[in-house]
């Protein structure tokens, strides 16, 4: 499982993000892996989600993959 500890309300990031943190912590068994938020409001309440969608890790290759290609100078500004 991994378990993100946040303040503030959940972000459209937040379960690509946790699909990166997933890859980097189980590179070898990431896709049998759980996956989720813990969101803590200021009056100490707090609320769980779980981020289930396959697609997550597929946004973050290909975010990652992008951000390889500037870094290296080979971006495609008609790729998106």
Same mark, same amino acid.
Not at 12 to 28: E, H, K
Not at 32 to 47: E, M, N, P, S
């Given at each position: 499982?991994? *378990?993100?500890? $946040? !303040?503030?309300?959940?972000?459209? +990031? #937040?379960?690509?993000? !946790?699909?990166?943190?997933?890859?980097? %912590? &189980?590179?070898? +068994?990431?896709?049998? =892996? $759980? /996956?989720? =938020?813990?969101?803590? /409001?200021?009056?100490?309440?707090? /609320? *769980?989600?779980?981020?289930? #969608?396959?697609? #997550? &890790? %597929?946004?973050? /290759? +290909?975010? *990652?993959?992008?951000? *390889?290609?500037?870094?290296?100078?080979?971006?495609?500004? #008609?790729? +998106?």
């Amino acid at each position: 499982v991994v *378990l993100d500890i $946040k !303040t503030g309300p959940p972000k459209a +990031s #937040d379960p690509i993000q !946790t699909a990166a943190y997933t890859i980097g %912590l &189980f590179p070898q +068994s990431w896709k049998r =892996c $759980k /996956r989720a =938020c813990l969101y803590i /409001r200021q009056d100490g309440t707090y /609320r *769980l989600r779980a981020y289930t #969608d396959p697609h #997550d &890790f %597929l946004t973050w /290759r +290909s975010l *990652l993959e992008n951000a *390889l290609e500037e870094q290296n100078g080979n971006h495609h500004p #008609d790729r +998106s």
